[in-house]
């Protein structure tokens, strides 16, 4: 039973729906089985861990009692357990939303024929659709439901009358087009990490038919698509200009998507931020940098269980080390370190202090913390490993650096690594090299060491070499 979907999706259920669930398998109108009650109560109150408990073997007594083990009906109780599941998300997903329940009531008095019923609901639909801070994608779709079902209803109820049509074609060229230029904007994303093209089919349309109808663009869920996609796909000053335009309207009006959107436009924003200092736009750096900083007020950096992912808490300290932000950092550290992803938490946490402390010129400090990283993270043993170089070289230890400059080589050899990371990290390492071999007092070779450092793309720690000769 460990393995069975039954348990994949019942512990995966938090605690407030596992209570709703007790209610649910417990109703007669939902299930009039007392094994598939008991099969629940095993599992409510047994813990994943233990998988002793969760044999089909050890559960049968406790549900069936002094009855001989039979695998086939231990089966039948799982799935029976399994399908109420299935109906109480179903149920839970289609009551949580008061949108969605008057519109399914007014499909329900359509159908029997409650004219007076049914322009309640109707009523009621377009009250909670106004009074919702939300204006996202969704929102269009419900608008457009709520108008199709007012639309058969009318087709039946008064055949002769107008209809909504406008409204029907107003609501479904709003979700259309906001739907259509989302996935322009995804498609853009996949294409630039799995080298695939994709054939956008109307977008060639989309684009001129809103630039010839601005008034579009009023609507957070199409013009910050619309944005994003020419920042992405334009050069230049246009592409600077609408990147903004994108940022603009995305913070002010956060309010008006749902958790799960606004973490899309918002790694669309990261990605967009990572990529042009990738290509040299290091201004986009402070860009990165409030969008981290609105991505912590927001909530959007963090899972549905408040978790936060230790990479992100990685590349939050060294972007703001990099910028300077030495006690923003110290404090960013000390409120967000119980919030990193737990099984992650003690390496990431000593990592983060240690590019701290370094900052700080603690170099003991900085070689304490390192001893407790868990070197079994390869890219947290690849950073660790860069800036113990850099500790070294700050204490003047050149021939300790020498020596480990070899074995961080013999490192990179050994190690299956991405061509892309191999490149910046033997950068930095023939960097290091230079910088150590330099003759003291030759102006001219330190000018030039200067200028190849500037000029080489894929480096690590290019700012921090360039203060070095300085």
Not at 71 to 77: A, E, L, N, P, R
Not at 150 to 163: A, P
Request: with cysteine; proline share 3%.
């Amino acid at each position: 039973m460990y393995s069975s979907k039954l348990v994949d999706i019942f512990y995966r259920l938090s605690k407030s729906q596992l209570r709703g669930l007790r209610k649910f398998v417990c109703s007669p109108y939902h299930n009039k089985r007392e094994d598939v009650i008991a099969l629940f109560e095993l599992l409510y109150k047994t813990p994943l861990e233990n998988r002793v408990a969760l044999r089909k073997e050890k559960a049968f007594p406790k549900i069936f009692g002094k009855k001989k083990y039979s695998s086939d009906q231990m089966d039948y109780t799982m799935s029976f357990l399994f399908k109420v599941i299935e109906q109480f998300l179903v149920y839970e997903n289609a009551v949580e939303n008061k949108i969605n329940v008057q519109i399914a009531l007014m499909e329900e008095y359509r159908k029997l024929g409650l004219s007076k019923h049914y322009r309640q609901a109707l009523v009621a639909a377009e009250r909670h659709q106004q009074k919702s801070p939300l204006r996202d994608i969704y929102h269009h779709k419900k608008a457009l439901a709520i108008e199709l079902d007012h639309y058969t209803f009318l087709s039946v109820q008064q055949r002769n009358t107008s209809k909504n049509l406008q409204e029907v074609n107003t609501k479904l060229d709003l979700y259309f087009l906001s739907q259509k230029l989302k996935m322009a904007c995804v498609a853009l994303a996949h294409e630039a990490v799995y080298k695939q093209k994709y054939d956008l089919g109307l977008l060639d349309v989309v684009l001129p038919y809103i630039e010839q109808a601005p008034e579009l663009l009023e609507y957070p869920a199409i013009s910050l698509y619309y944005y994003y996609y020419r920042a992405t796909t334009l050069d230049g000053e246009e592409a600077e200009a609408d990147f903004q335009k994108f940022k603009a309207i995305f913070l002010n009006s956060p309010e008006a998507f749902e958790h799960g959107e606004l973490q899309d436009l918002y790694t669309f924003a990261l990605n967009y931020c990572i990529k042009s200092i990738n290509i040299g736009k290091n201004e986009y750096q402070l860009e990165l940098f409030d969008f981290y900083n609105v991505g912590l007020d927001l909530r959007v950096l963090f899972d549905e269980n408040g978790i936060l992912s230790p990479f992100t808490f990685n590349n939050i300290t060294k972007l703001a080390l990099r910028l300077g932000k030495i006690d923003w950092t110290e404090q960013f550290i000390e409120q967000y370190k119980p919030f990193v992803e737990p099984q992650f938490h003690e390496t990431y946490v000593h990592n983060a202090y240690s590019m701290l402390y370094f900052a700080q010129g603690k170099y003991e400090e900085t070689m304490i913390r390192l001893q407790q990283v868990d070197y079994r993270e390869l890219f947290i043993t690849m950073d660790a490993k860069v800036l113990l170089m850099k500790v070294y070289y700050q204490l003047d230890e050149y021939d300790v650096l020498e020596s480990f400059i070899n074995s961080f080589k013999v490192f990179l050899r050994r190690k299956e690594i991405l061509a892309y990371h191999q490149e910046i990290y033997k950068n930095f390492i023939r960097m290091m090299q230079k910088l150590i071999n330099l003759p003291p007092f030759n102006k001219k070779a330190r000018e030039k060491l200067y200028k190849e450092i500037e000029g080489t793309q894929k480096l690590l720690e290019k700012k921090w070499l360039l203060e070095q000769l300085d």
